[in-house]
């Protein structure tokens, strides 16, 4: 797992962790099945959104998870060029 750190656009700080699977792997979709149930079965989820907008020809599929304090943001983008799929969690953090 490779954890990132950065400063959004927006002002806040988010943390991402990524993991990265061979394009278009089973294990991908597993791995992302898995975290959805442990962030689905939290108490405090208010809802969940799913996203599958895209401005290019790889596969994007995103669900948004709206907690009191926070957002995650759970991601699968098939890169073909790199031949990769990655799968990310991101938090984002409400003012």
């Known amino acids: 797992m490779n954890q990132i750190v950065a400063?959004?656009?927006?002002?806040?700080?988010?943390?991402?962790c990524r993991w990265t699977f061979p394009y278009r792997s089973s294990d991908a979709g597993a791995a992302a099945e898995e975290i959805h149930g442990?962030?689905?079965?939290?108490?405090?989820?208010?809802?969940?959104?799913?996203d599958e907008s895209v401005n290019h020809p790889d596969t994007y599929r995103a669900r948004i998870y709206d907690f009191p304090a926070t957002t995650l943001v759970l991601s699968v983008k098939d890169k073909a060029a790199r031949s990769e799929t990655l799968v990310t969690l991101r938090t984002v953090a409400k003012n």
């Open 7 to 16: 400063r959004a656009n927006c002002g806040f700080d988010h943390v991402a």
């Open 38 to 50: 442990a962030i689905a079965s939290c108490k405090s989820l208010i809802s969940v959104e799913s």
